[in-house]
């Protein structure tokens, strides 16, 4: 009897040479012709195994009732040529438009504070769910730090504190100060789970004998801090990269235009301008700096402000791009911006989101999930974002901290205090980082009248589909994807994503 070697390579001969095998057929005995179809089988089955692992699509899915919460759906459903329901959604991966860098939170100080004040187990069992792919942990793949203190710390800093009437233009007594003590300890344990986590820092406000106020709020820039300033954020990055913590980008100013927060400052499109192209990027330049520099990083009711920046040819030789918030505005101004300049990159950076809309009844059950991820998980990355973040990660069940003035209701994702409970933009952002990883390519898919959608490709080649019913009934529909469809079915205010 000839070996399975022999058999396949009969089979190869059936195949392609069949005039030799008839000639050979006296000399092969009966039992090698069994072997033959034997292979012939185990290639068919083989091959059915393949295409119908090709064809299988999974599914997460998140209720608007909260009686399903990011858990995947049981049983196999697949692709076929089956006739399609009223309601299809085309994905088309011959479309592409943007990369995605990732989707997150900011890792604000009080966060960090929460975090380091656990046990440390349950710590590592934590950020192992946030950070990690594995199983049922959710892959968060971006973080925004802040520059000093945000309105969400415990107490307001920069990294060059001075005595009254005191200055220090070299920056001899730069230091990273309260970072160390939770956001450095904490973001070094997050790295060790995914080291290739995309980083941005954000300031907001300079120390405060460079402004013209003297103050933690408000005020101006001096012109003549400006170098100063420049050098601040080089020190920065070097401090952090000294400690093993690689900024991707940074952005000049949170909320550049809202100079009533604690910390903040005022800053107009011109001085920003002024400040990229004679200072910051010259600056980033001479140190050989790497990091992405994003202007704006504020509301989508100005895209003027990005626009004038970028207009400026000085200026945008050094922008990578430009980042927004939606407390104010439309999601499609991101697009205005794109189409104005799309060789330059768009990033969304900010947005805080309640477990119950503010309009709402308190006693109203609803979980308000659907029209944060129409806006921000759909609408950002349809508007050519490359990225989500929200605000913020962690609070704790009284929303501290926050500076007086500060933010006194800005919900994270987690609410830390005898235990931990996950919010809504927990599960928002995990429909989309788990599997949506840095390097996804946007495609193209169709949407419906109650069906938003987003699409993408990941870097292993599955491609990720995003959809939320935001219609008032459930909704049956089906998947087309290269001729073949998948029927399926969401509830009013259910999101699903569904990967093949």
Known sequence: MLNGHASCYWLFIINFQPEIFIMQIPFIIRPSLISI?????????????????????????????????????????????????????????????????????????????????????KRVALLKELFDTTGNNIGISYIRLSIGASDLNEKIFSYSDLPAGETDTALTRFDLGPDRADVIPVMKEILAINPSIKILGSPWSPPAWMKTNNDTRGGRLK??????????????????????????????????????????????????????????????????????????????????????????????????????????????????????????????????????????????????IARPVQRLMIGDTRNWSRNVLEWNLAADPNYQPHTPGGCSSCMGALTIGAGVTRNVSYYIIAHAAKFVRPGSVRIGSTQTTTLSTVAFKNPEGKKVLIVLNNGANAEVFSIKFNGKTVSTSLNSGAVGTYIW
């Open 223 to 368: 012109s003549e801090y400006y170098a100063a300033y420049a050098n601040y954020f080089v020190k920065y990055i070097q401090a952090m990269k000294a400690e093993g913590i690689i900024i991707d980008a940074i952005t000049i100013q949170n909320e550049p235009l809202h100079p009533g927060n604690n910390p903040s400052l005022l800053m107009t499109a011109p001085e920003h301008t002024d400040f990229v192209k004679n200072n910051l990027g010259p600056s980033f330049k001479a140190a050989a700096i790497k990091t992405k520099i994003i202007v704006y990083d504020h509301n989508a009711d100005r895209p003027d402000y990005p626009i004038y920046i970028l207009d400026d040819p000085e200026a945008k030789k050094y922008a990578d791009g430009s980042a927004f918030h939606l407390y104010a505005g439309d999601i499609e101004a991101l697009s205005d911006v794109h189409n104005a300049h799309p060789e330059k990159n768009i990033y969304f950076t900010e947005q805080m989101v309640v477990q119950f809309g503010r309009n709402k009844n308190p006693a109203d059950p609803k979980f308000n």
């Open 37 to 121: 179809f034997l292979c012939v089988a185990l290639v068919a089955v083989n091959s059915q195994q393949i295409k119908q692992k090709k064809d299988k699509i999974t599914q997460w899915l998140t209720t608007g009732d909260s009686t399903i919460l990011f858990k995947q759906q049981q049983g196999v459903v697949s692709f076929s040529v089956n006739r399609s329901s009223a309601q299809v959604i085309t994905v088309d991966e011959n479309k592409t438009y943007q990369s995605i860098d990732g989707f997150g939170f900011a890792l604000t100080q009080g966060s960090a504070m929460h975090m380091i004040k656990m046990n440390a187990a």
